[in-house]
């Protein structure tokens, strides 16, 4: 990439590889938006002003991929959330985002069902046809990030528009892409539009858009549950290598490299599939491992992170160098999500909101954060839940302005201060408030502290024998609630029943039970450990 005298930012998708500006590899990245807000700036700049032509062009004047134009949408929501607190820089590209939108919305959603059927340019240098996710997942997305930069520009009835269409859409792809006896989404195609398409395969990019609406705090666009079933379907049959050598598309394996390929066929293929199904590209992984963290599923994740970084551990290719068709391919910049969604960051500058919500180590935890003006470290220290705990926030470099801190917290009370000095805070369903809006100015550190919650056990205990002779109230531990309750300063107490007189167990009952909780407290510790070895980044 390379920043001309102009002011204007340019990149080959990699190294010498495949100028310039290409919209839907650029489209699978977060970074510059999170760490360089004004470079991502220009290029929405350059999307939606300078080479704008009925939509998003692909490269830099040129062509046309309705993957690539509902990313620019996204990328540009992400950029306001990042870095236009007053919303000046918005007005300046929002004219053509409308515009792109509405034609979207008249021509590639021609019945109004929220679906797209006609051919479908994207980043694998074909066009697919039929409903599919991969590109319906884009469409929900940028819906919902559009009506909510329609809300923000004073636009009551484009948001309307977008937000029920984005529902309708949503409903629609999932009544006609999910396949419950595949456990994940496939293309609505027949044998005479199959062309290019993945059809009844197993996709790496069948949700490929979670990647950015949840940086952008939009969550998923199709049934959670249906998501996280799909993402694991894709471990399980799209993982190659190892000790079956696998020849991928570009030549980057080496003997015992593991990855994650592009498409398999585990319940048939139509006619030739999808064009480079063979590949295993780093940037179109990481989309995956970051729905997995927010699926909460930490285990997959590191499985798939642990993959990449194994084949990049420096005995065969540079750790700083994650290829696809060219070496130093920008599409690997889709990984800095993977460090939002390990972290739960949410950052909302129109809103003066930051939030955390940590995948691992929740109960002492402490991450670098960048928002609008500034830099620095969170943390959070408590007992599960954070029912009472500490909070900080230090400005590392730069100032950081809130009105709201967003922790996992059943916090009743709180109390703040800004290097010792008081400041007025309260919380409410684990949002901080301060009023009024704070300012941290480079050095100082802010410091909440939280009280007055109901601790959480993070896990739940099934009954000793579910079903049989315990019967309903069998012996175990009880939930209140959804969790089990535990009022602030109180020991934990287990109630323990019998089915034929409570609170009458005889002493081997006593002592079983008392060899599973200690069974489970100790896996829970096992598992701690375990999560506390999550992934490492390198980003270059």
């Known amino acids: 990439m390379w920043w001309t005298k102009a002011g204007v930012v340019l990149g080959n998708e990699g190294n ?102 006609c051919p479908q340019a994207n980043t694998y240098d074909t066009s697919m046809s039929g409903p599919n996710t991969f590109i319906g997942s884009y469409y929900v997305a940028a819906l919902k990030a559009t009506a909510a930069m329609a809300a923000l520009m004073g636009d009551a009835a484009f948001q309307k528009t977008c937000a029920d269409r984005a529902v309708l859409s949503s409903k629609n792809y999932e009544k006609t892409c999910w396949n419950d006896k595949f456990g994940y989404y496939v293309a609505d195609v027949d044998i005479n539009n199959c062309a290019h398409s993945y059809g009844p395969g197993c996709f790496i990019d069948q949700l490929c858009a979670v990647g950015l609406s949840s940086a952008c705090g939009l969550g998923c666009n199709f049934d959670p549950a249906h998501e996280a079933q799909a993402r694991k379907a894709i471990l399980e049959y799209n993982t190659v290598g190892g000790a079956t050598p696998f020849h991928d598309m570009q030549g980057h ?36 491992v970051a729905g997995m963290l927010l699926d909460r599923n930490v285990k997959d994740a590191t499985t798939i992170a642990g993959y990449i970084r194994a084949r990049h551990d420096g005995r065969h290719r540079s750790p700083w160098d994650e290829p696809e068709c060219g070496l130093l391919y920008s599409r690997a910049m889709a990984g800095w999500n993977l460090f939002d969604q390990c972290a739960g960051f949410a950052y909302d500058s129109t809103k003066g909101h930051l939030g955390f919500d940590p995948r691992t180590n929740a109960t002492d935890f402490k991450c670098f954060v960048t928002i609008q003006d500034g830099w620095g470290t969170f943390s959070q220290a408590g007992p599960a839940g954070l029912p009472t705990g500490t909070v900080t926030l230090t400005a590392t470099c730069g100032s950081m302005a809130l009105a709201t801190l967003g922790v996992v917290s ?62 309903p109230s069998s012996s175990g531990l009880r939930k209140r609630g959804g969790a089990a309750a535990l009022p602030e300063k109180s020991q934990l107490s287990f109630e323990l029943e019998s089915a034929a007189a409570p609170g009458a167990l005889d002493a081997t009952t006593k002592f079983l039970l008392f060899l599973r909780y200690l069974m489970i407290a100790f896996l829970l510790f096992a598992s701690g450990l375990i999560a506390g070895h999550f992934i490492t980044l390198r980003l270059d």
Request: proline content about 6%; hydrophobic content about 40%; some cysteine.
């Open 253 to 288: 394996f080496y003997p015992g490299d593991v990855g994650i390929r592009a498409c398999t066929y585990p319940n048939g293929k139509l006619a030739k599939g999808m064009q480079y199904d063979t590949i295993v590209s780093i940037g179109f992984t990481y989309p995956v």
């Open 410 to 471: 059943s916090a009743k009370a709180a109390t703040a201060d800004i290097d010792g000095h008081s400041i007025t805070a309260a919380v409410a369903g684990g949002v901080i408030t301060f009023a009024p809006k704070l300012k941290l100015r480079q050095g100082s550190i802010l410091t909440v502290k939280l009280s007055g919650g109901v601790a959480v056990l993070p896990y739940t205990v099934e009954p000793c024998c579910p079903g049989g002779t315990c019967g």
């Open 16 to 117: 010498q590889c495949c100028p310039l500006n290409c919209s839907h590899v650029y489209g699978y990245t977060t970074m510059l938006e999170r760490l360089w807000p004004e470079l991502a700036k220009d290029m929405r700049v350059t999307d939606f002003v300078r080479c704008y032509n009925k939509g998003v062009t692909m490269r830099y004047g040129n062509g046309f991929a309705i993957d690539g134009a509902l990313a620019g949408v996204l990328k540009t929501y992400l950029v306001v959330q990042q870095a236009d607190s007053g919303v000046t820089w918005l007005p300046t590209v929002w004219p053509n985002v409308k515009a792109q939108m509405e034609s979207v919305l008249a021509n590639f959603d021609a019945q109004g069902d929220g679906m797209f059927r």
